[in-house]
């Protein structure tokens, strides 16, 4: 069968239909129709499809919350000591290093102290003008008994001997404070520690030069014993959350170092101001340590249980939005209807927020995409422009 070729006319036409259909406009759906505003209300027409990306939750009434709040773990000052030297001095030999448990009266570091020296000379002086005034006295008594001298002298003899000896004990008492119990002059000054704990710090070296006036607020101790037992947990609250803490409140504390692992304690002070620079409320707690698992500077979340009294509702957190300087929400009053509303809050939490007012139990909140309801209010909340402002219309 011969092969038929088609002619120049049957193909030029074939390829204007082609490009005439390829330039032809694709037929456009007709936009949905925009929202009905009326003052707070929004109206949407039925199977508008932003109505799919709106759903709304019912709102509840809230009962208690767990409430988080940012906390730290520091040493149990009741059970901590803090040593600095009494006295300058160079230090010879140090005997305990961190770690290591010591009781009352172990030494932790000897320090060569001149002027702990002039304490213990003082002493011994103390000693040999007691035993001056006590021969005195004696001798001024059998001169009384014999006639010899007046009462006068064997009172004065008898003042004398009182007064050394009260110097006595003062000088005693302020060298036994600080290690030494004999009346030997060794310059030798013991820092020696008071409580039964552990060593956590340690802030010499051998040889170094200390000083009485290297103490206080922000410089570091010789030396820190504490007992990890018990630990403190500070903790920071809003001012909203006053009344959520208070001494014997219990709480939870959670760390991130220690996934699973469960700490409870109750808070045992709380302080009567806000901090000017964080703007809040400083919480002590306590918490049991005897497992030693918390370690001191460690940082840890405190959960509180919050009540809230019969009246007050709970909605999620995302259901909320700010506009016109006050908290408002949208709510659902029939198929494809919206209202906006504003609400006064009592707690604002990550995930959930607890409303005083503007709401009424079973109310339908949106609970995501409020913006794109918001935007809708913004055309008609924009005031018009004064004539006499703008200076439009107005006589020159």
Known sequence: MPLRIPSPSS????????????????TQQAAPAAPIVQSEKLRF???HPHLKLLPVQGVKAATAISVELPAKLVWNEDRTQR?????????MSIRADVGQKVSPGTTLALLASPDFGQAQSDTAKAEADVALAQKTLRRQSELLEAGIVARKDFELAQAESQRAQAELERARARTRLYGSNSSSINQQLALSSSINGVVVERNLNPGQELRPDQSGPGIPAAF????????WVQIDA????????????PFELQVAALQG???????????????PLTRTVKYRGLIDN????LKAEMLATAKVERPFKEGALSIPASALFFEDASHQVFVRVGPGEFERRKVSLIHEGSQEV???SGLQPGDQVVTNNVLLLARQFRPFDVKTPNPAETGVGTAK
């Open 290 to 293: 005897r497992e030693r698992l």
């Open 83 to 91: 040593l600095y030297p009494p006295f300058a001095g160079r230090v």
């Open 224 to 231: 820190v014993v504490s007992d990890p037992g018990s630990l």
């Open 238 to 249: 809003r001012e909203s959350e006053l009344g959520v803490l208070q001494p014997g409140t």
């Open 354 to 356: 607890i409303v005083g």
């Open 45 to 47: 027409v039925a199977d």
């Open 261 to 275: 692992q469960r700490f409870f304690g109750k808070v045992i002070a709380a302080s009567d101001f806000i901090d």
């Open 11 to 26: 193909v030029l036409i074939a390829s204007l239909v082609l490009i005439a259909g390829c330039n032809e406009a694709p």
